[in-house]
């Protein structure tokens, strides 16, 4: 069983197109994030919810939008798609927002932007 | 607040030992160690916890210096398993990582 599911793998579209990414966790975790990993395998913190309430709001541009309808899922949807979108888009989850839980990652959505 | 890893790069050969260090310029809550294999998602190995509680299960070891805000991971007696790149995940008490730049490892027979 996955413990945290991301769909689709691959995500391949155009500028200006508007899409959506999916997150599924079955670990029982309250907290589910965001990240974006470049080119150069940066990898940087988007948004976080912890039972489906926002706590992490990263500067990110408000053509990207997260919902969590349950603790269990978190989805982003980005509108109006940049080059600069391009990346690969990671999920995960923890048990909490406490220091010391590990954050177990999704296998990632490759975005490419034609 | 993005933390420093170095180097950012290692080669080393099977059985050969190697020492990544994380240094952070803020006060550090826990330190978190992550894998990640290329095409992968990035894999927890450990964490390391202000008052020198750790946490992990992979036959990895890491330091946790509270004062000087900065952790090793040491990699002991290489194994082609051990290849990829390591990020080293910084915890300052605001619900997030932020995370370095991570550390390629190849490890050749």
């Known amino acids: 069983d996955t413990a945290v599911s991301q769909t689709p793998k691959y995500l391949v579209t155009q500028m200006g197109n508007d899409k959506s990414i999916k997150c599924e966790q079955n670990l029982g975790h309250d907290t589910m994030y965001w990240y974006k990993q470049d080119s150069k395998k940066f990898l940087k913190i988007m948004f976080s919810y912890n039972n489906k309430e926002l706590i992490i709001n990263e500067t990110v541009p408000n053509r990207f939008s997260p919902k969590s309808p349950d603790k269990a899922h978190l989805n982003l949807h980005i509108n109006s798609l940049e080059l600069g979108d391009s990346a690969v888009y990671f999920c995960?989850?923890?048990?909490?927002?406490?220091?010391?839980?590990?954050?177990?990652f999704g296998d990632g959505t490759r975005l490419s932007i034609l | 607040q993005q933390p420093v890893q170095s180097p950012q790069a290692v080669i080393l050969r099977e059985g050969e030992d190697a020492v990544i260090n994380c240094s952070s310029s803020k006060a550090l809550y826990s330190v978190h160690w992550y894998r990640q294999k290329h095409g992968e998602a990035p894999v927890f190995l450990m964490i390391?916890?202000?008052?020198?509680e750790q946490k992990g299960h992979e036959k990895i070891s890491a330091s946790f210096n509270e004062k000087k805000q900065q952790s090793s991971l040491y990699l002991t007696a290489s194994q082609l398993s051990y290849s990829g790149t390591y990020f080293c995940g910084t915890d300052i008490g605001d619900y997030k990582l932020s995370f370095g730049a991570g550390t390629t490892v190849t490890v050749r027979a």
């Open positions: 390391l916890l202000k008052g020198g």
């Open positions: 995960a989850s923890s048990q909490g927002l406490e220091t010391g839980q590990p954050q177990h």
